[in-house]
């Protein structure tokens, strides 16, 4: 059965596309595109068809079947995301991992940057620190962790991650299920 709101959402993050800027394109509201791509609601086929345009796919891309399930990814099929505010970026490294019970990135900070801070949700957390060094803030505790670390946590309270020095850092964060 192929997930709609999962493709929906893929795509609109490999183009680097908010709800609301989705929603704008296609005359709906940021409401209906987050109940879509959380499989609360479905879409007519007049709404799909106006979707698929704004994301510049064409219907039959959207439904076309991967046959096997892949299992070596490489640069080609993972994609970046910028975020300029906090001075991080997100790679996802599996595509397509929402459908999957985890979900790995690679998240690379700026010096002085930081991840999004995410609030607390189900299920578990782990990460190792490939370059430089981060602190992991967990509600009121905060942890340095320097190149070889890792961590493991309950997400129970809001989590991010900060990058107080002066080189850049990269980080293998898997979360499960799935919350990037």
């Keep these: 059965m192929i997930d709609i709101g999962d493709r929906i959402k893929r795509q609109r993050q490999k183009l680097g596309l908010t709800q609301e800027e989705l929603a704008a394109r296609t005359e709906l509201s940021k409401g209906f595109i987050s109940q879509l791509e959380r499989n609360l609601t479905s879409p007519?086929?007049?709404?799909?068809?106006?979707?698929?345009?704004?994301?510049?796919?064409?219907?039959?891309?959207?439904?076309?079947?991967?046959?096997?399930?892949?299992?070596?990814?490489?640069?080609?099929?993972?994609?970046?995301?910028?975020?300029?505010?906090?001075?991080?970026?997100?790679?996802?490294?599996v595509p397509n991992a929402q459908k999957n019970e985890l979900e790995p990135i690679m998240v690379t900070i700026k010096a002085g940057g930081s991840t999004s801070p995410d609030d607390p949700h189900e299920g578990e957390e782990f990460g190792y620190v490939l370059s430089g060094s981060?602190?992991?803030?967990?509600?009121?505790?905060?942890?340095?962790?320097?190149?070889?670390?890792?961590?493991?946590?309950?997400?129970?309270?809001v989590h991010y991650l900060v990058n107080n020095a002066q080189r850049e850092a990269r980080v293998i964060w898997v979360a499960t299920p799935p919350s990037f």
């Design 44 to 93: 007519s086929i007049a709404t799909l068809m106006d979707i698929l345009e704004a994301l510049g796919m064409d219907i039959s891309d959207f439904f076309a079947k991967n046959g096997d399930e892949k299992v070596v990814f490489t640069p080609d099929d993972m994609f970046v995301k910028d975020d300029d505010e906090v001075g991080s970026s997100i790679c996802w490294l």
């Design 134 to 157: 981060v602190t992991l803030v967990l509600g009121l505790h905060r942890f340095k962790l320097h190149k070889g670390s890792s961590f493991c946590f309950k997400p129970t309270e």
